[in-house]
């Protein structure tokens, strides 16, 4: 399966609809709208604000005069205003906002003159199936188009993982950094990662820390699912959401 990128945008009103239209709603009506309890204006407790407020200013107006109340009605409006840019640069950031998802294959060799993964530190003796609480790995892995080591090169992961349980049964918990080849699909750029892999649960779960290039400012999430195994090659199928 070769490597894809699916890029959409989320746009405010998909996300926020009630906020994103003329309604007087808030968020939390459209969660009780979706319950069939949605508040109406006349009750909601933004409008008992209101109308506290216009109270409190109608008793200021009456014990300091009507100088008072024009500060408070400016104040309000100052107050009013802000709410208004808020809402406006969150708008705007959903409508930039992208959804991409990369799809890729990680390929490591752990033996042989080409190995890509190497026990730095801790129990086992060069041997990785008795791997221990303290090991410690680094790698230099290909980041490739498909399963195939004949497919497309994209880029390398580079990083490194330690054993951080004392029962080894969490895999090696990992800080990686993939860059990507300017003249792949991905490039240029690159993303770090972190998180858990090589437990005796999978799919793997990491978060997406960051990224660079046409990643800057980039969030999310990785699923990575074991390859068939033809030692000394392993394969790691990588499927990466991301939001930028």
């Not at 399966?1 to 939390?28: D, E, I, N």
């Not at 060069?126 to 004949?150: M, Q």
Request: with cysteine; glycine share 12%.
């Amino acid at each position: 399966m070769a490597g894809r990128l699916v890029t959409h945008t989320t746009t405010f009103a998909a996300a926020f609809p009630r906020l994103g239209s003329s309604s007087s709603q808030c968020k939390a009506c459209t969660q009780k709208e979706i319950l069939g309890t949605a508040i109406p204006w006349t009750s909601h407790p933004l409008q008992r604000l209101s109308s506290s407020a216009q109270k409190k200013n109608k008793t200021t107006t009456t014990k300091h005069g009507a100088s008072s109340t024009a500060r408070k009605v400016t104040v309000m409006a100052g107050i009013g205003l802000e709410v208004k840019e808020l809402f406006h640069a969150l708008e705007q950031k959903f409508e930039n906002s992208r959804e991409t998802i990369l799809e890729f294959y990680v390929h490591e060799i752990r033996g042989g003159p080409e190995r890509t993964l190497l026990l730095a530190a801790g129990t086992g003796n060069g041997d990785l199936t008795k791997l221990g609480f303290g090991s410690i790995c680094v790698f230099d892995n290909e980041v490739r188009e498909a399963g195939s080591r004949e497919s497309k090169l994209l880029g390398r992961e580079r990083g490194y993982g330690h054993v951080t349980d004392k029962e080894a049964k969490e895999g090696l918990q990992l800080s990686s950094r993939i860059t990507f080849n300017a003249d792949s699909e991905y490039g240029p750029g690159s993303l770090t990662f972190s998180g858990n892999v090589g437990g005796v649960v999978s799919p793997y779960e990491l978060i997406v820390v960051g990224g660079t290039g046409r990643f800057r400012g980039a969030k999310g999430y990785v699923t990575v699912e074991n390859s068939p195994p033809n030692p000394p090659d392993f394969v790691f199928h990588w499927k990466v959401h991301l939001t930028h």
